[in-house]
């Protein structure tokens, strides 16, 4: 994950844009005009959709994305394009064509209930002129990208021959192209390095029914041989992704809850994307991308993924390393937001904890329980030798953090360099603070940070000072 955290990669995407537009509201009457219901809307939202949901994704994680499409001369396509600028994005290979209509869809929304689509668009083919356009500024600048995205809605941007013609250009510059791909012959991306069909799509496209792991590698064999792809891919839903490479492999789903699986094909070819250019193996791709296709299924609608949220999502099926669970002062605070924002309990504590024993492990297993989320402030090196001497510590930080944030109880360990974590409590503002129960009818430090406070008892004879007069050997 830290090779992710450094990468900053170029990545095109072409398809096709639209905007996804909501009308929100309540329904308590029926229209005496017609046998209709009334809505009344009180808000409107609109957010990136199609191509621009896969756009969102890359971004989300941290990668320059620049964008080609073929958009109409229209209100709507003034929309599209400053939503993409709010984001970074580069839209200057962004084509407008007379006569095309920007693809907008509109969906009324009456106590979570969608009552209404109704769409303004274009679905017929881009112009023999918007093709040889798009063709040329591919060309001319795709050894600037890492990787290329045809995101393919079937809405008329990605024609056969502008299809082949990209693929055919940037196989010969040997960057790899992904496809989203739309209809049921995939032959239109024959050259590409892989697609990213469903299980539905990929029985159509290779009429074989996918009933069992020997008809998936039929279908994978199938699909990779008649389109000539790199590595043969086919997403499985709640099954997780199989690729067929030199062989064929099944990387299981990781999702914990599904709410909702709009957009998870885009989050999925955008994280392999953003894997892949970033130096990761197919295989290492496809395992990040079921993480990161478990955060968003999670989410209500088209979502987003951070590695920040991959990273922590890792973290709670407690198969990342120490490492993932050791946070800065500044990372911390967005940790904190986003579990918050979630409704969970965080819960503080802190200390030197120079030599870890059962007397810390069970205090911090008491204070998990007070929660949702065991946020740990540890003292730096420098501030463990002001308040207890010299000699100490016996372990370093660096140690000492790996060692607590390998305990199941903690979620975070935050290293801080103060004698106290005042600023940190302030910052976390946790719902709980536990101290150990030495500090009965003491001042506690934050507490006017916290909304309670929870004193816990150590365990009797269990002290990190007695641990060391043990291994000096002045006690039995």
């Known amino acids: 994950m830290q090779m992710l955290k450094n990468a900053k990669p170029n990545i095109l995407v072409i398809g096709d844009l639209m905007i996804d537009h909501y009308l929100w509201g309540s329904c308590e009457r029926i229209s005496p005009e017609a046998p209709v219901q009334v809505v009344d809307i009180n808000r409107e939202t609109s957010v990136l959709g199609g191509a621009g949901n896969v756009i969102n994704n890359l971004v989300t994680l941290g990668a320059d994305v620049s964008v080609c499409s073929v958009i109409g001369k229209d209100e709507n396509g003034v929309e599209l394009i400053s939503m993409l600028k709010n984001i970074s994005v580069d839209t200057s290979k962004i084509i407008i064509q007379e006569g095309r209509k920007t693809s907008k869809k509109s969906r009324v929304i009456a106590v979570s209930q969608q ?4 769409d303004k668009e274009s679905k017929n083919a881009i112009s023999r002129d918007s093709e040889e356009t798009i063709s040329a500024l591919v060309e001319d600048s795709l050894s600037d990208f890492d990787i290329v995205i ?78 000539e792809l790199g590595v043969s891919l086919i997403t499985l839903s709640e099954e997780g992704i199989a690729t067929l490479d030199s062989k064929v492999e099944i990387f299981p789903t990781v999702a914990k809850e599904v709410f909702d699986v709009t957009g998870a094909g885009d989050t999925v070819i955008a994280s392999i994307a953003f894997a892949l250019s970033s130096g990761k193996t197919i295989q290492e791709s496809a395992a990040f991308s079921n993480l990161a296709a478990g955060v968003v299924v999670g989410k209500i609608g088209s979502a987003t993924v951070s590695l920040s949220e991959i990273e922590e999502y890792e973290a709670s099926l407690h198969k990342s390393t120490s490492d993932a669970h050791i946070k800065s002062f500044e990372d911390i605070e967005s940790v904190v ?140």
Not at 161 to 188: H, M, W, Y
């Open 150 to 227: 045809l995101s393919d809605y079937g809405k008329g941007v990605l024609t056969q021959e502008l299809s082949q013609s990209i693929i055919s250009v940037a196989k010969a510059k040997n960057i790899r192209v992904l496809v989203d791909p739309k209809g049921d012959d995939f032959t239109k991306y024959r050259g590409a390095y892989l697609l990213t069909p469903n299980k539905k799509e990929a029985i159509l496209a290779s009429k074989i029914d996918i009933v069992n792991n020997e008809s998936l590698e039929r279908a994978l064999k199938k699909l990779k041989e008649e389109c």
């Open 337 to 476: 937001k986003r579990y918050k924002e979630n409704g969970k309990k965080v819960v503080f504590t802190n200390g030197c904890f120079d030599i870890l024993h059962v007397g810390h492990v069970k205090y911090l297993q008491i204070a998990k329980s007070f929660g949702d989320v065991l946020i740990v402030g540890l003292n730096s090196d420098a501030s463990v030798s002001r308040l207890k001497g010299p000699s100490r510590p016996v372990n370093i930080a660096e140690d000492r953090a790996y060692l607590l944030a390998a305990l199941e109880a903690v979620d975070f360990v935050v290293p801080f360099e103060e004698d106290t974590p005042y600023e940190l409590i302030k910052m976390i503002a946790p719902d709980t603070l536990v101290k150990g129960g030495d500090y009965e009818g003491k001042v506690v430090v934050g507490t006017e940070f916290a909304k309670e406070l929870k004193l816990v008892d150590f365990v009797d004879g269990k002290s990190t000072t007695k641990t060391i007069e043990k291994i000096q050997g002045q006690t039995c």
């Open 115 to 118: 009552i209404l689509r109704y």
